[in-house]
């Protein structure tokens, strides 16, 4: 079992920026990357990044050169910059699988925090 606990989520105005963290803890085993999902309403859940290290990330393109994952042993970052009112969702971390520049979501996910871009 793994325990994903995200945050860093609020209210932010355009242009601005935020950075969510998103700590596992459980069985580090059964995962070699993690995710970043969102999902705004009445949308589906989209992917915005993964990583399974420094050298093997991926992007949704929305959000290319604007927002960057890090990691840190089991913890993973999302700086958010120049964001936008599109940007605003629940996001949610994910511990799962990047292979070949696809992510294989595992079944293990956050609670969700609360993204919102508004002036």
């Known amino acids: 079992q793994v325990q994903l606990v995200e945050s860093g989520g609020g209210l932010v105005q355009p242009g601005g920026s935020l950075r969510l963290s998103c700590a596992a803890s459980g069985s580090s085993f059964s995962f070699n990357a993690m995710g970043w999902y969102r999902q705004a309403p009445g949308k589906q859940r989209e992917l915005v990044a993964a990583?399974?290290?420094?050298?093997n990330t991926i992007y949704t393109d929305s959000v290319k050169g604007r927002f960057t994952i890090s990691r840190d042993k089991n913890t993973v970052y999302l700086q958010m910059s120049s964001l936008k009112p599109e940007d605003t969702a629940v996001y949610s971390c994910n511990a799962g699988l990047l292979q070949r520049g696809s992510y294989y979501p595992h079944a293990y996910w956050g609670q969700g925090t609360q993204v919102t871009v508004s002036s």
């Open positions: 990583i399974a290290n420094r050298a």
